[in-house]
């Protein structure tokens, strides 16, 4: 139950600052101030919850873990749950503070969304970006990486991502950061939110089979 709390807690956060940094700042800090209020909140996170459930704080990032033999289906399950439940609570008291629900820092692609990016660019960045941020993930929680380096490590990774691809899809990796925006904001972005859960699922899948099948060697 503590792990379950824990990624619950997790989600809502980085949902909380990453996408309230977009919506209730952006136009102050920019995009390396989004990008930077999401990595700085996975390191915060990773040294808070991560001691308790590993601060996945989001489904690919389970999804990888069980491909690569870190966990159990039911407990991936579980952990997914808590993800989703905890992204949708994040965006909603997002949406109280804001007052409304039109810009909750939602992803999306194509015409009238930030640089325009058509589908094939947002799903390519999505299915690679994921792959290389949980490729980051499983080696820096390794038993041969350094010890209390982690949360440095991956939050780092993700705010690279970011400052990359911010005008592309505003940046996923993550189906649950997607989802609750989504849910709550509707329209084009709850149209296009399965290949925000298609894509991570794919380069998630890629990145944990490298640690599965030994070609990346970890242990």
């Known amino acids: 139950m503590s792990k379950i709390v824990a990624e619950f807690i997790g989600t809502f956060a980085l949902v909380l600052f990453g996408c309230g940094a977009a919506v209730l ?5 920019g995009q390396l101030g989004i990008a930077l209020a999401f990595g700085f909140a996975i ?4 040294y808070g919850i ?32 808590a993800q989703f439940v905890g992204a949708l609570a994040g965006a909603a008291v997002l949406a109280c503070i804001a007052g ?9 692609w194509g015409a009238g969304y930030l640089g325009a990016y058509p589908l094939h660019a947002a799903f390519v960045f999505e299915v690679v970006m994921t792959a290389l941020f949980v490729i980051v993930i499983l080696g820096a929680t390794g038993a ?5 380096f982690a949360g440095l ?4 990774a993700l705010a690279v991502i970011h400052i ?7 940046v996923s990796v993550n189906p649950a950061r997607s989802f609750g925006p989504a849910l709550l904001a509707g329209g084009q972005a709850l149209a296009q939110l399965w290949l925000f ?3 991570p699922a794919i380069g998630a899948i890629l990145g944990a089979l490298l640690y599965r099948f030994k070609i990346l060697k970890v242990g």
């Open 197 to 199: 859960f298609v894509a």
């Open 144 to 148: 041969d990486a350094a010890p209390g």
């Open 43 to 46: 390191i915060a996170l990773a």
């Open 100 to 108: 409304s629900t039109t810009n909750l820092g939602q992803n999306g």
């Open 164 to 170: 990359v691809g911010i005008q592309v899809t505003g």
């Open 50 to 81: 991560g001691p308790v459930s590993g601060c996945h704080v989001n489904p690919a990032v389970s999804l990888a873990a069980f491909v690569a033999g870190r966990m159990g289906a039911k407990e991936m399950v579980l952990y997914w749950i």
């Open 25 to 29: 700042g952006g136009e102050h800090v």
């Open 153 to 156: 490590g991956i939050g780092i």
